[in-house]
Structures are given as structure tokens and as C-alpha cells.
């Protein structure tokens, strides 16, 4: 079964600076995905980087960016030039099968960042 | 706006009550998924409708939830002779069959927070 761990319950960061988010997770599959979403405190989920295990290249959104460590099953988030509206929730997240070609996804319990001004 | 939609956003109930809610997905979406999230973790898989069809449910769905998407648009999930323990943020999401991205990201509603006394 994916088991997806994310060790930080809470993180501080000085605006402008940069911050790792861990996240490690377990699967027996070869050919597996993984997500982070940031969650605000309004509640709604927001996506913002995807990593497939097949991938060669860590993979990068603007000011986020994935630490993809396959031997170590780590898949790190790297937030650079943190800005006080990234103060929020964040899930990384495996995708798991359903009975079709759709997925669900398992997530980890989450790291709350809290962005110093 | 063309996001996922959840209503109510908010709903205090008594234990023992009967509760609705409903989840309106972008249109051309026809996956359908249920999460819950309790406070402080992660989000869970409750379920998963692909068109009308509900494909998959997690074992947190007892007997007193079910979910529904009678035409394949909206679905609505009801919990019966609610408890303490139901207390959660319930997500919908929804996603398209085939998506030009190879993840086809879910998209998550804004969640509707019940709170039973």
C-alpha cells in the first residue's frame, strides 16, 4: 500500500527566503506520481507540482520547484523567494489506482508554513 | 467562476441528524471524487464516480454515507444519524477522463466544514 510521510508539522521562513518542505513515501509500484498541494486557510486545495517516477528531470513551477531523490523516496518541495502569501497549509500526495485508468490520491498529514515578513 | 463548487460551506448539525451536501464539478469533468479531511491531517479517499457510475468506495464509508451522481453531473453525499466523529471538512474533487496534462490534476471545490454537536 502507498504511505505517503511528511516529518514537519510546522515551518517558519524569513520572507525572501527559500524552505524545503520534506515529504518521503513508500509503494511497491514502479510507475507512480506525485503531488504537493497548498492548502490556505480558506480551505480549498490547490495544486501545484506534479513528479511522475519516470521522470528525468526534477520538475518546476515558477517559484516551486521538486527534489526528486527516487533511491531515497523523497520528493521534496523547494519554495524560493518566499512570499507572505505562502503561509498556508501543504500536502504531498501519491496517486493511487482506482479500478479504471483513474487515480486517488493518498496524502500525508501535511507542514504548515508561516512565512516571517 | 468555473472551479468546483461545494454547498453549504458550513453546516452544524446534531448528532444524530441527517445531513446533504452537494458538489457541483467543472463541467467538462466527468470524474467525481469525495475526501475528508479531520482536523489537522491530511485529506482521505471516501469515493470515486466516473459519469454515474460509482466505481470506488474507501472502508471509511459506512453504512450511514452514501454518495450519488444520478446524471452524471452533481453529486451529493449524505450522512445518516450523524456522530461527533463525523465532524471533517468533506472535498469534492473532479478531474476530466483525458487531460492534456499525462497527471489529469483533480481540481478540489472549496469543501463544505460540518460540525456535529
Known amino acids: 500500500a502507498q504511505k505517503i510521510t511528511q516529518t514537519q508539522p510546522g515551518m517558519f521562513v524569513q520572507e525572501k527566503e527559500a524552505v524545503t518542505l520534506d515529504c518521503t513515501y513508500d509503494?511497491?509500484?514502479?510507475?507512480?506520481?506525485l503531488f504537493w498541494y497548498k492548502q490556505p486557510s480558506s480551505g480549498e486545495m490547490i495544486f501545484l507540482i506534479y513528479?511522475?517516477?519516470?521522470?528525468?528531470q526534477n520538475a518546476t513551477e515558477g517559484r516551486y520547484s521538486l527534489n526528486f531523490q527516487k533511491a531515497r523516496k523523497s520528493a521534496n518541495l523547494v519554495i524560493s523567494a518566499s512570499q507572505l502569501g505562502d503561509s498556508a497549509m501543504y500536502f504531498c500526495?501519491?496517486?493511487?489506482?482506482?479500478?479504471?485508468?483513474?487515480?486517488?490520491?493518498?496524502f500525508g498529514s501535511g507542514t504548515r508554513l508561516l512565512v516571517r515578513p | 467562476d468555473t472551479g468546483v463548487s461545494q454547498d453549504p460551506r458550513h453546516k452544524i448539525t446534531k448528532r444524530g441528524q441527517n445531513v446533504t451536501f452537494r458538489c457541483d464539478p467543472i463541467?467538462?469533468?466527468?470524474?467525481l471524487y469525495w475526501y475528508r479531511q479531520t482536523l489537522g491531517q491530511g485529506p482521505e479517499f471516501l469515493t470515486y464516480?466516473?459519469?454515474?457510475?460509482?466505481?470506488?468506495k474507501s472502508r471509511l464509508l459506512s453504512d450511514r454515507f452514501s454518495a450519488e451522481r444520478p446524471k452524471g453531473s452533481f453529486s451529493t453525499l449524505e450522512i445518516q444519524r450523524t456522530e461527533q466523529g463525523d465532524s471533517a471538512m468533506y472535498l469534492c474533487?473532479?478531474?476530466?477522463?483525458?487531460?492534456?496534462?499525462?497527471?489529469?490534476?483533480?481540481?478540489f471545490g472549496p469543501g463544505t466544514r460540518l460540525t456535529v454537536l
Open positions: 500526495a501519491m496517486r493511487a489506482p482506482t479500478m479504471d485508468s483513474s487515480y486517488k490520491l493518498i
Open positions: 513528479q511522475g517516477s519516470y521522470d528525468e
Open positions: 464516480f466516473q459519469n454515474e457510475a460509482q466505481l470506488e
Open positions: 509503494t511497491s509500484d514502479q510507475s507512480y506520481g
Open positions: 463541467s467538462e469533468h466527468n470524474r
Open positions: 474533487a473532479s478531474s476530466p477522463a483525458e487531460g492534456g496534462e499525462k497527471y489529469n490534476e483533480q481540481f
